[in-house]
């Protein structure tokens, strides 16, 4: 059995957390490499990406039992656990901020931990009914390492982030629409993603690339700074075949309505 199972279909791609048993843990070197390795794959095939969980979990985060037996990336001195947060689940948040891909989550049970952050680090999310999110860290005595109190404060606003922070409390599926973490909440949570990121990955490609690096520079960039930024992207947009077709397509749909 593979830990993470990846399909591509007319520029979608696919990828399945695909450890049942373990509610699809994050914190195991081996599945942590078949994600951020499946991602630098499906960059080669697709435009748009959808997430989800096998079985009931979309992901449990940290393995418990790791922590407790003070194993895997728990484990060793407080050196050697610095440097396996930042090649291992670190390396996992920057590949999924720094894909060109559009990033679709298909929450379909609970998400805690690191696997809420997980979906925080994808572009958009919808969930299903049992959809369930918790940054737990805290209740464990430790603080969220692969970076997800920076995605939540960025996401939510910083009052928001520190309250479900510092609580740790279980957000169920409808609110967590009310606050922004969820588009949508559906029963059929793979489906809807899935239709969401194929009508996006129809989009020219360029443009939905360039788009989403404009989007990423959002969070590190002021506005004088992004307004040079938007400008040399729009100049290099205009000069592709992709821009030329779509407003030659705009003219002769406006012709066919006169």
Not at 72 to 95: D, K, V, W
Not at 188 to 208: N, Y
Request: one cysteine or more.
């Amino acid at each position: 059995m593979t830990l993470v199972d990846l399909s591509v279909e007319e520029k979608v791609a696919l990828l399945v957390l695909n450890d049942p048993g373990s509610r699809n843990a994050l914190t195991g070197s081996e599945m942590l490499d078949s994600i951020t390795e499946a991602v630098r794959s499906a960059e080669g095939e697709a435009q748009a990406m959808v997430v989800t969980g096998a079985g009931s979990a979309f992901s449990a985060g940290g393995n418990i039992k790791d922590m407790a037996s003070a194993s895997g990336l728990f484990g060793g001195t407080p050196e050697a656990i610095l440097e396996g947060y930042r090649s291992s689940i670190q390396r996992l948040t920057r590949t999924m901020a720094g894909t060109d891909l559009v990033t679709v989550a298909a929450v379909n049970g609970p998400a805690v931990g690191a696997g809420f952050d997980l979906a925080l680090g994808c572009d958009l999310r919808v969930g299903s009914p049992s959809a369930r999110f918790s940054h737990s860290f805290v209740d464990l005595g430790i603080i969220p390492g692969d970076g997800g109190l920076w995605l939540l404060a960025h996401q939510l606003g910083w009052q928001r982030a520190a309250e479900i922070s510092f609580t740790g409390r279980v957000i169920g599926a409808e609110e967590a629409v009310e606050l922004g973490i969820l588009l949508e909440v559906t029963d059929e949570v793979v489906a809807r993603a899935r239709a969401l990121a194929t009508e996006i990955a129809r989009k020219p490609a360029h443009s939905i690339r360039l788009t989403k690096r404009l989007m990423r520079q959002t969070r590190t960039m002021d506005l004088d700074g992004f307004l040079e930024y938007s400008a040399a992207l729009q100049a290099v947009s205009h000069h592709t075949d992709a821009h030329r077709q779509a407003v030659q397509d705009y003219l002769e749909r406006l012709q066919t309505r006169s």
